[in-house]
């Protein structure tokens, strides 16, 4: 079985939180074929912080001029994925960092002008990640991409975690956030939701900036034939174990829930 987890990068800007998200990532990786996607948006609107550059979205989206480009490629393909790569390590799984930009894995293209470097995945090549899997180590990938003409592009990372899982041939898809799950408009975490439901709560501003984009990339990936999509809470304890043995946790998202519940 392929597993795509996706980590929000909240998750893993505490060493503690990092340490033991390695350790079911670890555990998990023993249980099934797995591949780790993962964000740095904290970071990298922090780094800018630090430099007085303000970050600005549209839709969920961080406009990436070429400080911003320049900042996600050093703090996301740099500092955070080496970190959940040594705290990997440390866990005992022989983890590798790459990007999506790595081997022409995830081929993007720019999204619009207003965003300027930040791209859609456009198609994704699953055999750097079986090769790497086939030797025995455990892929984790950064949230960047490119083109044919070299160019780096900002992607956002449930965007690149949906290409991964189709073009990876993955038979689930776990995003791992620092929430419950979706939200109704009173604040419930709702069990279950179908793109009809994802619709609903983006058009009446429910879900709005990081959720809508989640939610958006999780309607992508069923209609690009995934059977479903979990948005679950990254700080439960031994989610990854609950998840893999079928417990349910958080929000399933599929083709076959009525609307919202």
């Known amino acids: 079985m392929k597993v795509l987890v996706k980590l929000g990068g909240t998750l893993l800007d505490n060493p503690a939180k990092r340490a033991d998200m390695a350790r079911q990532l670890?555990?998990?990786?023993?249980?099934?074929?797995?591949?780790?996607?993962?964000?740095g948006g904290k970071q990298v609107t922090k780094f800018l912080e630090?430099?007085?550059?303000q970050s600005e979205f549209v839709n969920g989206l961080r406009v990436s001029d070429e400080q911003v480009i320049d900042a996600v490629t050093k703090v996301i393909a740099g500092g955070v994925?080496?970190?959940?790569?040594?705290?990997?390590?440390?866990a005992g799984c022989p983890a590798v960092g790459i990007s999506g930009i790595d081997g022409g894995m995830i081929r993007a293209r720019q999204l619009s002008e207003q965003l300027k470097f930040t791209g859609k995945p456009v198609a994704t090549d699953g055999k750097l990640l079986d090769l790497?899997?086939?030797?025995?180590?455990?892929?984790?990938?950064?949230?960047?991409?490119?083109?044919a003409e070299g160019q780096i592009f900002n992607v956002n990372a449930d965007q690149l975690a949906v290409s991964c899982a189709v073009g990876w041939g993955a038979d689930k898809l776990f995003f791992l956030t620092d929430v419950p799950g979706v939200k109704d408009g009173n604040g419930n975490t709702l069990a279950r939701l179908d793109p009809g439901g994802v619709r609903e709560l983006v058009a009446s501003g429910v879900a709005h900036g990081g959720m809508q984009a989640k939610l958006e990339s999780s309607v992508w990936a069923l209609e690009s034939g995934?059977?479903?999509v979990i948005i679950a809470p990254g700080q439960a304890e031994n989610i990854c174990r609950d998840l893999l043995t079928g417990k349910i946790f958080g929000t399933s998202i599929s083709l076959q829930t009525s609307g919202v519940a």
Do not use: F, S, T
């Open 26 to 39: 670890a555990w998990a990786a023993r249980q099934c074929e797995l591949a780790v996607v993962h964000g």
């Open 50 to 53: 630090e430099r007085g550059v």
């Open 81 to 90: 994925n080496k970190q959940l790569v040594g705290a990997l390590l440390a």
């Open 132 to 147: 790497l899997i086939g030797g025995g180590y455990l892929p984790v990938v950064a949230c960047i991409a490119g083109d």
């Open 226 to 228: 995934l059977q479903e």
